[in-house]
């Protein structure tokens, strides 16, 4: 596949803190069963269609594809919990070179810091502005990247859209 590719990152959306859960298995919050649909439907509204979700195994993260109503075929890992940027960008270089719309959902600190890595200079900078002031849970940062996804490095993508979902 050559051209150019859609690359989403999705932090989870709010999690709960029930008393007895260990951090991999805390559920989505009320909150963050609305903010995730909320995402969803932006993601449904701005984006090409999805051919590929990378999820974090955490329940919340698995949680939030399922709120959003995100219904393409899901790669499970364990590697995107608890990651650094370099570990979720391994992950993201194991895609098929088909996949054209890959969606990322994991957590922070990685998913922020690599989408500030990967911020090249032909990033929209309204969007890189509001996203290097804060990624909070359910931010979408969508990415449009010329280079296939074993080749993709710091600075390879422009930052399109930041999207906040709240109601």
Excluded at 88 to 114: F, Q, R
Excluded at 122 to 127: G, L
Excluded at 141 to 159: K, Y
Aim: glycine content about 8%.
């Amino acid at each position: 596949m050559t051209g150019t590719r859609t690359l989403v990152l999705l932090r989870h959306a709010k999690s709960g803190y029930p008393g007895g859960v260990r951090d991999h298995e805390r559920p989505l919050a009320d909150r963050g069963r609305r903010e995730g649909a909320l995402a969803g439907e932006w993601m449904r509204a701005h984006l090409p269609p999805i051919d590929e979700i990378l999820c974090s195994t955490a329940t919340r993260t698995r949680q939030t594809v399922e709120v959003a109503g995100l219904t393409a075929p899901i790669r499970l890992s364990d590697q995107i919990y608890e990651a650094s940027p370099d570990q979720v960008l391994g992950e993201i270089a194991a895609t098929d070179p088909s996949v054209s719309t890959l969606v990322v959902v994991g957590h922070a600190p990685g998913l922020p810091a690599l989408a500030a890595d990967l911020a090249g200079p032909r990033s929209d900078a309204d969007a890189l502005d509001r996203m290097s002031t804060r990624f909070p849970t359910a931010a979408v940062a969508v990415f449009e990247v010329d280079t296939a996804w074993a080749e993709l490095g710091w600075q390879d993508g422009r930052l399109a859209q930041f999207h906040i979902p709240r109601g």
